[in-house]
């Protein structure tokens, strides 16, 4: 089955931001394990993370509609 124009280009954008997020969380990681961790730029970094994770959602939404049988 081929996929419409607009599905692809979704796909493409639900992809990266699901590595945005992965990349995210590697940031908070490392910055919460630092001697001086940066507390503004840890709270900045997850709502960013929080952010993505509700476009996530949409996309999977438009890509992924739940049935009801």
Same mark, same amino acid.
């Given at each position: 089955?081929?996929q419409?124009?607009d599905?692809?280009?979704l ?5 990266? /931001? *699901?590595t945005?997020?992965r990349?995210l969380?590697?940031? %908070? ?5 630092? /001697?001086?961790?940066?507390? $503004? $730029?840890? *709270? *900045?970094l997850?709502?960013?993370? /929080?952010? /993505?994770?509700?476009? %996530?959602?949409s996309?999977?939404?438009? $890509?992924?509609p739940? %049935? %009801?049988a």
């Amino acid at each position: 089955m081929q996929q419409k124009p607009d599905e692809t280009a979704l796909r493409e954008q639900l992809a990266a /931001l *699901r590595t945005e997020h992965r990349d995210l969380d590697e940031q %908070i990681a490392v910055q919460e394990q630092a /001697l001086m961790a940066d507390q $503004l $730029l840890i *709270r *900045r970094l997850k709502k960013r993370k /929080l952010v /993505l994770k509700d476009q %996530i959602t949409s996309l999977e939404d438009q $890509l992924f509609p739940d %049935i %009801i049988a």
